[in-house]
């Protein structure tokens, strides 16, 4: 592997920030080649420097969760070294492949950086930590059970001797490496280092301008590039008119990428920009030129009553419950709208090819999957491509795919030898997203005379995003991830209630939209319909949300409900404000959260919010936090304003004129419970935005009367019920 | 040729004059502190001080920017010094994946020069820079302490 090659190309990148603590790019050439020549590895984990500073690598990319600081903090509670001598670093997918993925997967998604990884991470820093005492050990020549470890530094007892890190690094890095299963974990009781706020490291080039991302990245000969893709999804480049724009200023060359675009490369992002829309282009939209949201609505408005459906929970039977005498029946129809994740860093990549190189720089939430885009695109093989993780603007989600990596290497292949950027428009953004998919759904409930729910039917009609992204990945047609939050057992995320007859079962309805995962994902709408039609029971069968909810609860979701109604103050609201409820479990994690809102003249305010997680374990609470209260900005944007439409084929929306977001006026105040129970491994990122919406519709049923069926909020009256 | 006076330095980009200040300072000048998230003047990540006043320069072109003074992130900092409002976004970790920030800071900064204590009602109205990742809350408490600093 030419390891000098890649942290050469990596180094490119920090520019300004060389030296300095960037988390994931630390290394500046001369600091990488010395850790390269003088300072072996102890392991994968683990880099000691004779100055005792401690590099660790992990490879799972942090948008702004904090995971590396979290992973960090995980790889040090075992190795035991001193925190404040830690800097970290982000291999390549490359460096990744070649050493057979010594680290594991690339992925930050699906609320997974932290739990998928936590076990071997820790495995890692602790058998970095038995080769130094095992090294220290041989050269004092005593039992290495005998040696204790505190902050890097080992000591002996029994002969007072003591080292450090760096001075057995070396010696270190030559033995055997323990067996990984062998190792015994330290008790999460025990942690000093994992388990505590500790500070991000790049705080600083956040707010200097320093932290550099992929709209940032700068090599030399760098030209621009601005796309603009067939409007309707699925739809093609007929023709185009070069020439018309060829001639304006900076313009370098205009070229076709794929079938579904054009682009202009130029020597600034602003001439590729005007040039690209000046360009004369005819589309051949395909046959999707003719759907509008009136159509895809009637499309899943069918398939709440269509025969087949792939069944995602089945206990008892639902159907015959429901058909049995004195059973009443209680029904609601639902509706939520496509979203676009809105990055706030728009989709960019940065390509370099040659005809025996491709090199690709590139905010990602998961490097293997571009580099593999990579190898695809630019027909070269593996050890001929490489991706580098920049910082990411953002991911959601979005960046987990690699459609936009794709583009920025058909358009340097048209220019070979010069490093092409491709940066999206707001608008290309807005339009071209894999959208969260549109779904209706249908509930319905049987309470029998005594007000006990005996049925539970529940038909959810829309897209799958697992047959827009990973076909291969459908089980006999069905999408699994549909039945986020609904499953009968799965710890991923099971139905919260105990009710004997039950029945969810998805119409699979696509449309011409790609669907992707958005942050939460289907827990998002699944929790809207499940904690909304809860309320309605509670209501219809005069119950109130609260004790309804505790008679049917499982006990987990029961415990962080039961923490968020307390804390708010559940059952006592202030004159005009009321509050509602909702609870999950998603992503391994056991959610709740409480509103409290006003609705006054039809205006909501969201006064607070109480939201309670428990995920097993907390790895950094400070910035666990920052998750919960980032992720209900996220999921209440999309319930104040989020609504992709579409017509004549295309998406309507464009910027955040008409995709709006929530502002720093509209953030209610968050408070948050940390309920760590233990035993288990939950996500953090994601699971809380899907109790966000329901809590607040349910408040604001609570104060109004109106139930809200359909989204976003901006299209509904609240002063008329 | 635009000649502009950046962060008390004085340059030149060789650009049509109605580029917008935004793609000159990013892509002329190569500060890329300042962001682009929208173009339309919406989410103010591309904030920047002309002559003090805080100006989303998405939407100015550069002409009009030319011969006043202009303050990017990069400048705010004095000799390696954090300033008051860096130091609050610091000590409150207000960024997550920080792509807002510089225009969040810099948003903050000329707010707290006609209003050294806003009120949230203040600003409220005055910081309506868009962050995904949500951090509104701590940009609050940072804004109150650097207030207070
Ligand atoms: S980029 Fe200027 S306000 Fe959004
Ligand atoms: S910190 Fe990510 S957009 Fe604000």
Not at chain 1, 528 to 556: N, W
Not at chain 1, 615 to 633: K, T
Not at chain 2, 103 to 123: C, F, H, R, Y
């Amino acid at each position: 592997m030419n390891a000098f090659t890649h942290i050469d190309r990596r180094s490119f990148l920090v520019g300004a920030s060389a030296g300095g603590l960037s988390l994931g790019m630390s290394l500046s050439f001369t600091g990488a080649a010395e850790a390269a020549v003088t300072m072996p590895e102890v392991n994968a984990w683990v880099v000691v420097k004779p100055d005792d500073s401690v590099v660790i690598r992990v490879v799972r990319p942090d948008m702004g969760q904090g995971s590396m600081t979290g992973l960090a903090q995980l790889v040090a509670e075992e190795l035991e070294c001193d925190w404040s001598k830690v800097s970290t670093e982000y291999p390549t997918p490359g460096e990744n492949l070649a050493r057979k993925r010594v680290w594991g997967a690339m992925n930050s998604t699906g609320s997974q950086a932290i739990r998928s990884s936590q076990d071997y991470v820790r495995r890692g820093g602790a058998a970095a930590r038995i080769m130094l005492v095992q090294a220290a050990a041989d050269e004092w020549k005593v039992p290495a059970a005998e040696c204790t470890v505190e902050k890097g530094v080992i000591s002996h007892k029994g002969s007072g001797k003591k080292t450090s890190f760096g001075k057995v690094a070396a010696a270190a890095a030559k033995i055997a490496p323990p067996d990984p299963k062998g190792i015994v974990l330290k008790d999460p009781k025990t942690w000093t280092i994992a388990g505590k706020p500790l500070k991000r490291a790049d705080t600083i080039d956040k707010v200097t301008g320093k932290h550099s991302f992929g709209i940032d990245v700068k090599l030399p000969g760098m030209m621009i590039a601005a796309i603009r893709q067939c409007p309707v999804n699925g739809g093609k480049v007929k023709s185009f008119e070069s020439a018309r724009v060829e001639g304006m200023r900076g313009v370098k060359k205009v070229v076709q990428v794929g079938e579904e675009a054009v682009a202009v490369v130029a020597d600034n992002f602003w001439n590729a920009k005007q040039a690209v829309l000046a360009l004369p282009v005819v589309w051949d939209e395909g046959k999707s030129a003719d759907v509008s949201s009136e159509t895809i609505a009637a499309i899943l408005k069918a398939g709440l009553d269509a025969d087949e459906a792939f069944v995602g929970n089945r206990i008892g039977d639902a159907k015959e419950a429901l058909a049995q005498p004195g059973v009443r029946k209680i029904e609601a129809v639902y509706a939520y709208p496509f979203q676009n994740h809105a990055t706030m860093e728009p989709m960019n990549a940065t390509a370099l090819y040659t005809a025996d190189k491709c090199e690709v720089w590139c905010p990602t939430q998961n490097a293997e999957a571009a580099l593999a885009v990579t190898i695809a695109t630019s027909g070269l093989p593996a050890d001929k491509c490489e991706v580098y993780k920049t910082q990411l603007g953002g991911g959601f989600g979005r960046r987990g795919r690699a459609d936009f990596v794709a583009q920025a290497i058909l358009i340097a292949k048209q220019l070979p030898g010069t490093p092409v950027k491709l940066l999206w428009t707001r608008e290309e953004d807005m339009t071209h997203c894999s959208y969260h998919p549109i779904t209706q759904c249908k509930l319905t409930a049987g309470v029998d005379e005594k007000g006990n729910v005996t049925a539970w039917k529940m038909r959810i009609s829309g897209q799958s995003i697992i047959a827009s992204l990973a076909p291969e990945r459908l089980e006999n047609g069905m999408d699994p991830a549909t039945f986020q939050g609904l499953t009968a057992s799965a710890p991923e995320g099971a139905f919260g209630y105990n009710i004997p007859n039950v029945l969810i079962d998805h119409a699979m309805r696509n449309t011409h939209l790609t669907a992707g995962f958005w942050r939460g994902v289907n827990s998002n709408h699944n929790a809207i319909y499940v904690e909304s039609f809860i309320d309605e029971i509670a209501h219809e069968t005069k119950q109130d949300p609260l004790e309804f909810r505790r008679k049917l609860l499982k006990p987990k979701q029961l415990a962080v409900l039961n923490a968020v109604a307390a804390k708010a103050g559940y059952g006592k609201p202030a004159k005009g404000r009321a509050f509602g409820l909702s609870s999950m479990n998603t992503f391994g994690s056991y959610v709740a959260a409480c509103a409290e809102v006003s609705v006054v003249d039809g205006k909501l305010t969201i006064h607070r919010i109480v939201a309670a997680t428990d995920p097993g374990y907390i790895v950094n609470p400070a910035l666990v936090e920052r998750q919960v209260m980032g992720s209900f900005v996220y999921g209440l944007s999309a319930l104040l304003y989020g609504e992709i439409s579409v017509k004549n084929g295309a998406v309507e929306q464009t910027n955040f004129d008409t995709y709006n977001v929530m502002r720093m006026a509209e953030m209610p105040v968050v408070e948050v419970i940390l309920a760590p129970s233990g035993g288990f491994w939950g996500g953090v990122g994601e699971p809380t935005i899907s109790v966000a919406a329901p809590a607040v519709l349910n408040a604001i049923f609570a104060a109004t009367g109106k139930r809200v069926r359909s989204f976003p909020l901006m299209n509904q009256d609240l002063g008329t019920v | 040729m635009a000649t502009l006076n950046v962060n008390g330095k004085t340059m030149t980009a060789d650009v049509d004059p109605r580029t917008p200040l935004l793609w000159v300072i990013r892509d002329s000048l190569g500060l890329t502190g300042t962001k682009y998230g929208c173009g339309i003047a919406q989410c103010g990540c591309c904030t920047v001080h002309i002559d003090g006043v805080a100006t989303r320069s998405c939407s100015v072109p550069v002409s009009a920017a030319a011969g006043k003074k202009i303050t990017t992130i990069e400048g705010l900092a004095i000799d390696g010094k954090l300033s008051k409002v860096q130091q609050a976004w610091v000590d409150s970790e207000v960024p997550q994946c920080g792509y807002c920030q510089s225009g969040m800071v810099m948003a903050v900064s000329a707010l707290l020069k006609d209003k050294p204590k806003p009120t949230n009602d203040e600003i409220d109205a005055a910081i309506t820079n868009i962050c995904r990742c949500g951090t509104y809350q701590q940009v609050r408490e940072a804004i109150h302490a650097a207030a207070k600093a």
